[in-house]
C-alpha cells in the first residue's frame, strides 16, 4: 500500500531553516506529483508546493523566494527547503502524492510534522 513518511519539522527562530523530506513506498515514485500542504489553526489547509514527475514546480505566493520544493526519484523523497521563516509559516506540514490509477488520480498523505516558527 501507498506509504508517505515525513520528517524534518520542528521549532526554530523567525528567519530561520527547516528542510522537511517524504519518503514515498508502495507505488511507482518517478512518475506522480507529488507536494506539500500546510494547514494552520483555524485555517484551511493550503498547497504550499508541488512537483511534477516532468519537474515542472508550482509555489503559493507567500512561500516564494523562501521554499523549495525538489525531488530525488532514486529515493522516492520529496523535500521542502524552508528558508527565511515566518511566525506565519508555524503549521502542520503535509505530504501529499497525487497516484495515477488508470482512469485517473488517487491522493494520498502523510501523517503531517509540526512546523512551529517563533518569533
Known amino acids: 500500500q501507498v506509504q508517505l513518511v515525513e520528517s524534518g519539522g520542528g521549532l526554530v527562530q523567525s528567519g530561520g531553516s527547516l528542510r522537511l523530506s517524504c519518503a514515498g513506498s508502495?507505488?511507482?515514485?518517478?512518475?506522480?506529483?507529488m507536494g506539500w500542504y500546510r494547514q494552520a489553526p483555524g485555517k484551511e489547509r493550503e498547497l504550499v508546493a508541488r512537483i511534477t514527475a516532468g519537474g515542472d514546480i508550482y509555489y503559493v505566493d507567500s512561500v516564494k523566494g523562501r521554499f523549495t520544493i525538489s525531488r530525488d526519484d532514486a529515493k522516492s523523497t520529496v523535500y521542502l527547503q524552508m528558508n527565511s521563516l515566518k511566525p506565519e509559516d508555524t503549521a502542520v506540514y503535509s505530504c501529499?502524492?497525487?497516484?495515477?490509477?488508470?482512469?485517473?488520480?488517487?491522493?494520498?498523505w502523510g501523517q503531517g510534522t509540526q512546523v512551529t516558527v517563533s518569533s
Open positions: 508502495g507505488f511507482i515514485f518517478s512518475i506522480n506529483t
Open positions: 501529499n502524492a497525487r497516484v495515477w490509477k488508470g482512469m485517473g488520480t488517487d491522493d494520498y
